[in-house]
């Protein structure tokens, strides 16, 4: 018997049909994908911050009821909903999206009345970061009729969607740069902003200390240096920035040899991309040349061990993008941790893959909230279109609305703007603020 995660040999056998062969992903995909899976999994069990203060220990049973809301049970025949994750790959461990997946869904099903007042469930498959078992993963939720799909980071995006796609089965990404799902403007919705992070938020913070020129700091692979290049590089340039890239190899120690040029010429503004060790590597790096200027980083960049190994000094005042407040006590993480102690299990609330799983899955039900009658894969996809703004769940402070005007050359993407918070001295994130959040037009 076959394991219920993985496609039968029919699937395999369907896959060449299902799409055209795509051997290499895009610079902005591949990308995306590096970060999503360091911040998923993180360098040492914890990928954003330390357990937020008055956020640990067990939640008093008053608070936790107030937290998951007044009981709407779901009621008559299951709503079948298809979620496909990495499980545990050769790269990344994300087994536990299905857990944070599956607590959700008990918490809409018991508290929000799951779809249309049916309840929710999960067809799950694992891609194993394997774009072949992508593709078998979205043939398998095309043969098991799902009215829709969730992802919440994976490496092989694109593979799982064009076969979902292909079947105009609407599919919720919580992450994703992906070219293809991005620029789709019927089937796919993308719960973060592919490019606020990277390019508006450095821009932002340049104009605003008056400075004319971006440094990105990045691990040198090719995906990355590309991405730069043919991407982020422009759009500073358009800005009327000057802007320069230092690649450094992945697991450079002391970087200090290559920003050494930081102290005959001035880099304006530094910008870090990649995992946390090489960003305690960069800022070290950054303090031993004597840079005191402005840097901006991704979550992924701050955990334990850059806490550990970064002097709180030079942490201090460093801006941090992220796609949700992890690592702060606020009305999401309340509301995660309520959901988790409730119906999960050995599940970490201070992971951003957490967060990006209960995004995906309640951002899907709160779309669809009003629908009535049968549920289809176009009865949602209608009603995710016609939804009213909303605020994102699980991301305290962001808007979504999916009508493909957030991002107009990315129609996909349900969110403009991100969240930003400021490291105190001891590199722990303040409270997160929204940047770039603006109306999404009707």
Known sequence: MRHPALPGPGLRRRRSAARAPRRVLTATAALSVGVLLLAACGADGSDGASPAAGSSGAASAGSTAAELGPADEAKGTPVRIGMV??????????????????????????????????????????????????????????????????????SVGESIWQPVHAARIPMVFGNTSAPGPLADPDT????????????????????????????????????????YKSAVGPAY?????????????????????????????????????????????????????????????????????????????????????????VGTDNPSSRLIKAVVD???HDIDIHRSGTFTMFIAVAALQSATEGLT?????????????????????????????????????????CVRGTLVTVLDGKGQPTPYKPVGVTPIEG
């Not at 994300?94 to 779809?115: F, M």
């Not at 289809?376 to 009508?403: H, Q, W, Y």
Request: glycine content about 10%.
């Open 188 to 227: 796919t919705f993308a719960l973060t902003d592919p490019n606020y992070g990277s390019i508006n938020l450095p821009v932002e913070q340049a104009r605003e200390k008056g400075l004319k020129k971006i440094t990105a700091v990045a691990v040198d692979v090719p995906t990355v240096t590309a991405y």
């Open 373 to 413: 009658g049968d549920v289809t894969p176009a009865g949602i996809t209608a009603a995710v279109k016609a939804m009213p703004e909303k605020d994102l769940p699980g991301a305290s402070g962001l808007k979504f609305r999916c009508n493909g005007k957030a991002v107009p050359r990315q129609p996909a993407a």
């Open 342 to 344: 409730t119906y999960g």
């Open 237 to 325: 340039r358009q800005a009327g920035l000057d802007f320069e890239l230092v690649p450094i190899p992945a697991g450079t120690a002391d970087m200090t040899p290559q920003l050494q040029r930081f102290t005959r010429s001035d880099p304006g503004l530094v910008t870090l991309l990649g995992s946390d060790s090489f960003c305690i590597s960069a800022l070290n790096g950054l303090k031993a040349v004597g840079f005191t200027g402005t840097v901006t980083a991704n979550i992924v960049c701050i955990t334990d061990s850059t806490r550990k190994s970064v002097p709180g000094s030079t942490l201090k005042g460093l801006s941090v993008s992220a796609p949700s407040p």
């Open 85 to 154: 994750s990495d499980g545990k790959g050769p790269v990344s461990d994300l087994a536990y999206e299905s857990r944070v997946a599956d607590a959700t869904v008990s918490w809409l099903n018991a508290h929000r009345g799951g779809i249309a007042g049916r309840p929710i469930r999960l067809v799950k498959c694992e891609a194993l970061a394997d774009p072949a078992k992508g593709t078998d993963c979205g043939n398998r939720m095309v043969e098991e009729k799902v009215a829709a799909v969730i992802v919440g980071s994976s």
